[in-house]
């Protein structure tokens, strides 16, 4: 595993490893758009990029060009569609296979293979022996998506039969390498996950322990944990949503610690916004997000006085406001009762808390529980 950079050159060419990630692969496409806006030149000049399971497919869209916005769009189109079946991923009705099949014909270009050859490292788990392999020759675009699907098949939970890959079966990536590099060159390391790698986020929660998971470094934390669950099962796609946001910041913080973005860069005046798909402007405001204000316009009671600059409703009507607050009251009564359990979890795991308080905690843990796992599933 890569060490963390401290300082970025530009005469330094730097290859980029997305770890495998599940659903919270928009995490690394808001670190991908941050670079592309504020350091194009690392993912331009990286001689490598490498993925494992849906971090594969960040990775292919990096390589081949793809709109990252209309990417990240899918996959929260596919969140909620899933959100909307009982068993959700499990369910038969879901195909989770022909949708990611389909999205990637859509959003890859025709000559995806040949952008990719040579530059996107894939990694898979061949099914016959268990060991890992990276690929890194496609003669086709099917050739590629192959390959694609074969990284990011986990059995059972993906389906039944595993996908072939030039006569051969494989799984997912991440259970033999799930953060692919070389230890020869220089990697970028972006992960959704809080631990030892450059690009990742940050946790202020209590730390049990640090572990690295097939070169993957992963801070054994209950906040950790809750993202991992979100990975593969997400408790709503607006999680996902505000990962992509802090995929972006965090690769802004990055970019100032390691001397190749201004600690305060100026905002750039809209005279000079282009109607790039990569620029700034464009990835704060995507199809979903233009869907969301939109429906927040309609639900505005027509008094200019009570909307913002943004057209967002500054104060409601009391009838409107408890139908919004009806609505959203499930969410809302799981991120609370989450945010409980993990205040409760962090204190029983430190040891300077007395011991009446931490059995207090123990005691409000059992009912805590049952009650957000209820609450969870009536909400799926």
């Known amino acids: 595993m890569s060490s963390p950079l401290c300082i970025l050159s530009k005469n330094e060419n730097l290859s980029v490893s997305f770890c495998g990630s599940g659903f919270l692969a928009t995490y690394q496409l808001g670190a991908a758009q941050s670079l592309l806006d504020n350091a194009a030149w690392i993912l331009q000049g990286a001689p490598r990029v490498y993925g494992a399971s849906a971090g594969s497919l960040v990775a292919a869209a990096v390589v081949c060009g793809s709109n990252l916005g209309r990417v990240r769009d899918q996959l929260l189109e596919f969140a909620r569609f899933t959100k909307q079946h009982p068993l959700g991923l499990l369910s038969p009705t879901v195909d989770i296979f022909r949708w990611l099949e389909v999205t990637l014909q859509r959003c890859l270009p025709d000559n995806a293979h040949t952008l990719a050859s040579g530059r996107l490292h894939i990694s898979m788990t061949r099914i016959s022996d268990g060991k890992n392999v990276i690929v890194s020759e496609f003669h086709s675009s099917d050739d590629l998506i192959k390959a694609?699907?074969?990284?990011?098949?986990?059995?059972?939970?993906?389906?039944?039969?595993?996908?072939?890959?030039?006569?051969?079966?494989?799984?997912?990536?991440?259970?033999?390498?799930?953060?692919?590099?070389?230890?020869?060159?220089?990697?970028?390391?972006?992960?959704?996950?809080?631990?030892?790698?450059?690009?990742?986020?940050?946790?202020?929660?209590?730390?049990?322990?640090?572990?690295?998971?097939?070169?993957?470094?992963?801070?054994?934390?209950?906040?950790?944990?809750?993202?991992?669950?979100?990975a593969l099962f997400p408790r709503d796609w607006r999680i996902l949503k505000k990962a992509f946001y802090s995929g972006y910041q965090d690769t802004v913080y990055f970019l100032q610690q390691s001397n190749a973005l201004p600690l305060y860069p100026q905002r750039r005046k809209e005279s000079d916004a282009s109607d790039d798909s990569a620029s700034s402007d464009h990835w704060m405001l995507t199809q979903t997000d233009r869907a969301e204000e939109e429906e927040s316009q309609q639900d505005c009671p027509e008094q200019p006085e009570q909307k913002t600059a943004n057209g967002v409703c500054s104060s409601l009507s009391p009838s409107l406001q408890e139908r919004i607050v009806h609505k959203n009251s499930p969410v809302e009564v799981q991120e609370v009762l989450l945010s409980n359990i993990m205040g409760q979890l962090e204190i029983v795991s430190n040891s300077n808390v007395s011991l009446p308080q931490r059995t207090l905690s123990y005691l409000l843990l059992l009912f805590t529980l049952p009650i957000w796992s209820a609450t969870t599933l009536w909400d799926r």
Not at 149 to 159: D, K, M, N, T
Not at 181 to 197: K, Q, R, Y
């Open 148 to 230: 694609l699907l074969c990284s990011c098949f986990v059995p059972v939970y993906s389906g039944v039969i595993p996908p072939q890959y030039k006569g051969e079966h494989y799984m997912d990536g991440g259970f033999t390498n799930i953060q692919p590099l070389e230890d020869s060159s220089p990697t970028l390391t972006i992960s959704p996950f809080a631990g030892h790698m450059d690009i990742c986020p940050s946790d202020t929660s209590t730390i049990l322990c640090d572990a690295i998971i097939q070169q993957l470094s992963f801070q054994c934390s209950v906040t950790n944990f809750i993202r991992l669950v979100d």
